[in-house]
């Protein structure tokens, strides 16, 4: 199988050009040298030298693995198996783009995955120099760091040191989050396969702290639930807002002008928000972003759709073998079809 994975990357890099194909050697190579980096997690657990908080957090996801694959039908296989130490606080940088003045995003396709509204980089100079040259084709650019990614199933995905950063209900969410793409992935529709992951990873960790962890942790997951809902409104109504203004086909200066007022707006909206619900906070980072079509792209993909996978959870009574079948054929229809499904369960929820 191994050799038949190092044929199928040396056969899709064959058939590229250019800088497409110094792009995705750089990918080969920095996913080389990270599958390299692995051990395996039982000799990280006996090394004597794994400080006592890493073995903890170790044995932790062993547990949540075996609670993945018995409780929430997700493959486990061979992947968080290992561990790699990085010094960095993610693993991979996405770059998002969208045009000036549209909310489309921009997207780019690869053999596997199909087209994303993202590239990933692990080179993080190489990710500042295709930003700066989206920029300099008129795009709004937004990069972050992503702590895990997924390969879908093609590899034995280890955990590393940004996965095990956070408190266990953050743990949980992440690796449940990176298990549910290799259960299920439908290519080139991202904000389906990320909402998808955002819902199982929740729900996921909630019924982890509720059987095996610590329950206190769960009000945890209930406060950030409501709080990413919040935000979700600013930011679809935002997005509204220059949905309206993009198709009013004005001159570019009254649009930018137009554009740059929503913006504010919507930090306004936000600081508002957050003088009445302090923890709201938490989100001021993103907020100091630039809040612009690339950037509000990204959080609608990872969360408009939650609604819309929580209902769709609730008509299974909260069974996971009726659920997958759900989300299998929900993403067997026509596009246009797919959004009225999900657009209703979304509608249903709200209600």
């Not at 908080?53 to 929430?72: D, Q």
């Not at 792209?297 to 929580?310: Q, R």
């Not at 609730?314 to 996971?320: I, P, S, V």
Request: glycine share 6%; hydrophobic share 45%.
């Amino acid at each position: 199988m191994r050799s038949l994975r190092r044929c199928l990357v040396i056969a899709m890099l064959l058939v590229l050009s250019g800088c497409q194909a110094g792009y995705y050697m750089h990918l080969a190579r920095g996913h080389g040298e990270l599958m390299r980096a692995r051990t395996p997690v039982e000799q990280v657990l006996a090394d004597p030298d794994t400080p006592v908080s890493v073995r903890e957090r170790l044995a932790r996801t062993e547990a949540m693995l075996v609670f993945a694959e018995n409780e929430l039908a997700l493959p486990v296989d061979n992947a968080y198996r290992s561990y790699v130490t990085l010094d960095r606080g993610f693993v991979v940088w996405n770059l998002f783009a969208a045009p000036e003045f549209s909310l489309s995003p921009r997207t780019w396709c690869f053999p596997v995955a199909g087209c994303t509204s993202y590239r990933g980089f692990f080179d993080l100079a190489r990710a500042e120099r295709e930003a700066e040259r989206l920029r300099a084709q008129g795009y709004d650019v937004y990069g972050g760091g992503a702590i895990a990614y997924s390969t879908l199933g093609w590899f034995a995905d280890p955990l590393t040191t940004p996965m095990l950063a956070g408190n266990e209900a953050q743990v949980a969410d992440l690796l449940f989050h990176e298990l549910a793409h290799r259960r299920f992935y439908l290519r080139g529709d991202t904000r389906f396969n990320e909402s998808l992951a955002t819902t199982v990873g929740r729900e996921g960790a909630r019924r982890w702290l509720a059987a095996q962890g610590d329950p206190a942790l769960i009000d945890e997951i209930t406060l950030s639930a409501a709080l990413r809902a919040r935000v979700l409104a600013m930011v679809s109504d935002a997005r509204a807002d220059l949905a309206r203004l993009y198709a009013s086909e004005e001159e570019p200066a009254r649009l930018r002008a137009g554009k740059q007022t929503i913006q504010a707006r919507l930090r306004d909206t936000f600081e508002q928000a957050r003088e009445a619900e302090p923890a709201l906070g938490r989100y001021a980072n993103w907020f100091a972003g630039p809040l612009n079509n690339a950037q509000l792209n990204t959080f609608s993909d990872y969360n408009d759709w939650v609604p819309a996978f929580d209902a769709l959870l609730l008509d299974c009574g909260g069974h996971w073998s009726c659920f997958w079948r759900e989300v299998e054929r929900i993403a067997a229809l026509p596009a246009e079809q797919r959004i009225v499904v999900m657009e209703a369960l979304r509608e249903a929820q709200d209600d």
